[in-house]
């Protein structure tokens, strides 16, 4: 976890210890019910509205559950090697108990990171689902963001407040980008790129105000990226399969498939069985379809039996399945076999001086791993070509369901769609605190107790706290569960989570991009709660 993250998990367990609503998996199952479209309560609205003049995109959005904005997009500027985002705002207004006015210092940064975004709207992510890539702003030696600064609040009113945050410039075939704010604000898909600017050099028009740069060690309209942290990550996409036995991860174009040798070989053997031929096609139609260069086979055993039986074992398991890759591929793929034996375990082979079997069973493994083709589209969509992208239609399915033993929750669910972005699938849902035992609702409803998450510490649980990264979505037909996307410090690239009661949250997920074969998939909420089936993928 990064040290920024860090700061965030100490606030979050300052808010969970003065009385935040949480659960630790002990209470009974969630009662739930699931039904058609749901019934309507309070929300908080991110919808897109008639587009400014000037404007390529216009939004009214709400975050933290309090503040509520309206937002004209005005440009993604490519200049040298940065990005400049530039926008217009205006509080619309403020629902807090405790405020009158919209919050400027804590509203568009990830709640909890780093001083120096206060006042800043650092925590704005650039996305581009075809490489599955993630731009943060940029940053100097001094973890200061390359952003306009805000005030510390805006009152209700329709004055008009200019802003820029910068990233790192996405490469030249990119010409559209999705954008996701923090705190329980929208993505918007497909904002185009303009080539030259930085900062919008317009007039200050009527009524608004000009943006002023937050402190930072270079000017606005600097060119040179030396020394800076530009904020490039790859995700990772993992999909899980055949009862945890096949994990097919993707990241930086690499992708890899891990097979548990217990559903591929008997014990101490190296000829194919059980479920092994179903996995193996799959494989194999992934690489005709998408690997570039060669593949590379490698086996691994557990601790048990001698380390020269173990590499002997592993290298036969691995050509075994090379050799069984290469009937199904034909001619022209180049296939490279590598035992490995017990070295590079996974999990502990031991705990505490005791055999441990559980360990051992996930260090038997074969994986194949080789470089994959983007996955953006031959033509782009009309979102990615920049064209304003449809909103989330009415919810197809929706379910209702308490969670909790001495706090409890009663949530509602409404899906609306799930559609594919180039290698990626947004899912977007709208979830409903609709009363609590508690002062606040128990934000853990999207998260905990998920089995997906089930191996992280304490503080990486905390950090994901305030997420909605405990969705996942399953395809039944295959047996096929898709984790949300995630960083390099394991945070998943999905909305914010600020749950009030009485109140509804527009909640967003991306994944990874089912086969195009797939048409409907289940929505799985975490914590045994409701799975809606039949969501149509578009």
């Given amino acids: 976890m990064s040290a920024r993250h860090l700061l965030a998990v100490a606030i979050a367990v300052a808010a969970a210890a003065a009385g935040c609503g949480g659960g630790d998996g002990g209470g009974p199952a969630p009662q739930r019910r699931t039904t058609g479209a749901g019934a309507t309560s309070p929300t908080t609205t991110t919808r897109t509205t008639a587009t400014a003049p000037g404007a390529i995109r216009s939004l009214d959005i709400a975050v933290r559950a309090t503040s509520h904005y309206r937002i004209d997009i005005f440009s993604l500027r490519r200049s040298g090697p940065f990005l400049t985002l530039n926008l217009v705002f205006a509080c619309d207004r403020a629902d807090g108990d405790r405020y009158a006015s919209c919050d400027g210092t804590f509203d568009f940064i990830e709640t909890g990171v780093n001083t120096d975004d206060f006042n800043t709207m650092a925590g704005l992510r650039l996305l581009d689902p075809g490489a599955a890539r993630e731009y943060r702003v940029v940053r100097n030696v001094d973890d200061q963001p390359y952003a306009s600064a805000l005030e510390s609040s805006y009152d209700p009113g329709s004055r008009r407040y200019r802003a820029w945050v910068r990233f790192a410039a996405p490469p030249a075939s990119v010409k559209a980008i999705d954008l996701a ?303 949300p996307a995630r960083g390099p410090d394991d945070l998943p690239f999905a909305a914010g989570v600020d749950l009030r009661p009485g109140t509804a949250s527009p909640l967003w997920v991306y994944f990874a991009a089912p086969p195009p074969s797939v048409e409907t998939m289940t929505v799985a909420m975490p914590g045994g709660g409701p799975r809606l089936t039949g969501i149509p993928v578009e």
């Fill in 181 to 483: 704010f923090p705190n329980g604000g929208p993505h918007v898909d497909g904002l185009p790129i303009t080539e030259g600017g930085g900062v919008d050099p317009a007039p200050v028009g009527s009524g608004e105000v000009a943006a002023e740069p937050a402190d930072f060690d270079r000017p606005p309209e600097s060119t040179s990226a030396q020394g800076l942290d530009v904020g490039v990550d790859d995700l990772e996409l993992e999909v899980r399969s055949r009862g945890g036995n096949e994990r097919v991860r993707e990241r930086a174009g690499r992708r890899t498939v891990t097979l548990a040798t217990d559903v591929l070989f008997a014990f101490n053997r190296a000829t194919l069985e059980g479920q092994a031929g179903g996995a193996l096609d799959d494989v194999a139609d992934t690489v005709a379809r998408r690997a570039v260069g060669p593949v590379a086979i490698d086996g691994y055993t557990d601790s048990k039996g001698s380390p020269a039986y173990n590499l002997r074992l592993s290298r036969r398991r691995a050509e075994t399945v090379g050799d069984a890759l290469a009937q199904r591929l034909g001619a022209g793929r180049e296939l490279r076999a590598v035992g490995h034996g017990e070295a590079d375990p996974v999990a502990p082979n031991q705990k505490n001086g005791e055999d441990n079997p559980a360990g051992r069973r996930l260090n038997r493994r074969v994986t194949i791993g080789f470089s994959v083709r983007s996955g953006r589209p031959a033509r782009p969509s009309a979102e990615e070509s920049g064209a304003p992208a449809p909103e989330p239609g009415p919810p197809v399915r929706s379910a209702t369901y308490t969670t909790g033993e001495s706090d409890r929750t009663d949530v509602g669910v409404e899906v609306s769609s799930i559609r594919r972005r180039g290698a990626m699938a947004v899912l977007d849902l709208r979830v409903t605190c609709e009363r609590s035992t508690s002062d606040n609702c128990d934000q853990e409803v999207l998260l905990a107790q998920d089995p997906i998450f089930g191996g992280l510490t304490q503080l990486e649980r905390i950090a994901l706290y305030n997420t909605a990264g405990g969705i996942s979505l399953v395809d039944p037909a295959r047996d096929a569960t898709y984790v």
